[in-house]
């Protein structure tokens, strides 16, 4: 049996961006692309609303869930933006859909497989960490 490795990062809360992303744009990019433009490196989703045109869910055994739309609605997200070595972010979201007969669909979101139906609004919360000590 494997041992659950554990990280902890300290770090502090910074600025909170509340902002939409417009139809059309796939949401994990779109995220990402408001992180680069408020310069945070890296972030935390705080609430989302909106909907999407169709969505893509990752499932456990690596394959993916199509929920088809239109107007599949985001019944939650949750998530995190990081940098990378390169200078780029990527986010990982997580969440929860229903499609157009009610039925609910999770996991992660697909990046550019998630196009926004109308607009999409999210807050986001910066995350400063404390630099890595020797």
């Known amino acids: ?26 949401l994990v990019q779109g995220v990402e692309k408001l992180c680069l433009a408020e310069g945070f490196r890296n972030a935390f ?15 456990i055994d690596g394959r ?14 949750a ?16 969440g929860v859909v229903a499609d157009p007969e009610g039925n609910v669909h999770g996991g992660p979101f697909v990046a550019g497989a998630n196009t926004i139906c109308m607009t999409f609004e999210v807050t986001l919360e910066e995350w400063l960490p404390e630099a890595a000590s020797a």
């Open 45 to 59: 989703v705080r609430g989302a609303l909106g909907s999407l045109v169709d969505a893509c869910l990752g499932t």
């Open 79 to 94: 998530g995190e933006v990081r940098s990378t070595p390169d200078g780029s972010v990527r986010a990982a979201l997580t």
């Open 64 to 77: 993916y869930q199509h929920v088809r739309g239109p107007a599949v609605e985001i019944v939650s997200l």
């Open 1 to 26: 049996m494997s041992e659950a490795r554990i990280t902890v990062e300290r770090g502090a809360m910074g600025r909170v961006a509340y902002a939409r992303i417009a139809p059309n744009e796939d």
